[in-house]
């Protein structure tokens, strides 16, 4: 059964929460056809949404793998090649993303029966060609999915791409960077820390104010290594100093739970919650770039966007602020 509802939702969010109160578990198809409303919503702003409520925890996805398999079955798998490789050339947003999510789910996450050729060929197919082009697409959704698929399935000779990438991106699409690097550094083995730094110097805030969620979802990954958590120390220290307020809240509140994490390192997990709830959380700020992230992706898919500027991104940041403070 569904959670209840929240007030975290947002509009678009409640809506198809809403349907799925009433109608439990469906397709995405399911919950577009049940949508109200005039016009009717696109395909890929409903399948986003109710991603991004599935990293919200408010739902789950389950994969249909008996309807893959009959698929796969229905035609050789050069005829499978050609159709992906056709929606990933489109430029279309949904059919790009149809694409890439029929691709990650049968090459990592189907039981090994399911697509044994799919999976053996896939790496050294065309395909792979399709999504490095998509990386430098116009469409912001397109690049995005592109770079996440060619992250998961651990296409090495991608780096060079995902790295001119980053340098492309970096001053026009903020909202991009957490996840580009994350998939830069699941590829690399020796991960190039440099390239996160070199963002504190942009003279655009969302890029500087990316780099500590970056930070949170990068440095985690290496529990042995003290090198990351040095330099991300040490990327904070310098990011509580920044001119922008709401970069500074944030870079407070990441070095108190750094702080935390050292003061309750031998604590019971128990003692480790009171100790987060009562001396850290109630600093965390109204903002931090992950909401950033989540709500300007809605804004960019109820307004039927693909593209952005950095003003109007940070534009959409002070309208956030005005309303929160």
């Not at 469906?26 to 109710?50: E, F, K, M, R």
């Not at 798998?77 to 999510?101: K, M, R």
């Not at 698929?149 to 970096?170: C, V």
């Not at 990316?210 to 120390?233: C, E, G, M, W």
Request: hydrophobic share 35%.
């Amino acid at each position: 059964m569904p959670p209840r509802k929240s007030p975290t939702l947002t509009e678009a969010e409640l809506r198809i929460m809403e349907v799925l109160w009433e109608k439990g578990a469906c397709t995405v198809q399911q919950a577009l056809d049940w949508l109200p409303g005039t016009p009717p919503l696109a395909y890929n702003s409903v399948l986003t949404t109710i991603r991004i409520l599935e990293k919200k925890g408010y739902v789950e996805h389950v994969k249909d793998f008996t309807y893959m398999e009959s698929l796969l079955a229905m035609a050789d798998i050069d005829t499978v090649f050609d159709e992906l490789a056709e929606l990933l050339g489109s430029e279309n947003g949904e059919q790009t993303s149809i694409a890439n999510l029929f691709i990650r789910d049968i090459a990592l996450l189907a039981p090994e029966h399911i697509g044994r050729e799919f999976k053996r060929k896939i790496r050294d197919s065309y395909l792979i060609e399709a999504l490095n082009s998509n990386i430098f697409s116009k469409n912001h959704f397109v690049r995005y999915d592109s770079i996440y698929t060619l992250g998961k399935l651990g296409i090495t000779r991608s780096m060079n791409l995902l790295i001119e990438a980053f340098h492309t991106y970096k001053e026009t699409d903020p909202i991009i960077l957490p996840g580009l690097v994350f998939e830069l550094f699941w590829l690399q083995e020796n991960d190039d820390w440099e390239i996160v730094g070199s963002l504190l110097q942009s003279p655009n805030y969302p890029t500087r104010w990316s780099t500590l969620r970056i930070l949170d979802h990068t440095v985690y990954q290496y529990p042995n290594d003290p090198k990351p958590a040095k330099f991300k120390k040490s990327c904070i220290k310098k990011l509580i100093k920044d001119e922008n307020q709401l970069i500074q809240q944030e870079a407070i509140y990441q070095n108190l739970k750094l702080e935390y994490a050292e003061k309750t390192l031998d604590l019971p997990k128990k003692e480790k919650r009171i100790i987060l709830k009562k001396e850290v959380e109630s600093f965390k700020p109204s903002i931090c770039f992950m909401n950033v992230q989540i709500q300007f992706t809605n804004y960019l898919i109820e307004t039927k966007k693909t593209s952005y500027t950095i003003n109007e991104l940070k534009s959409f940041i002070d309208k956030m602020s005005q309303k929160r403070s």
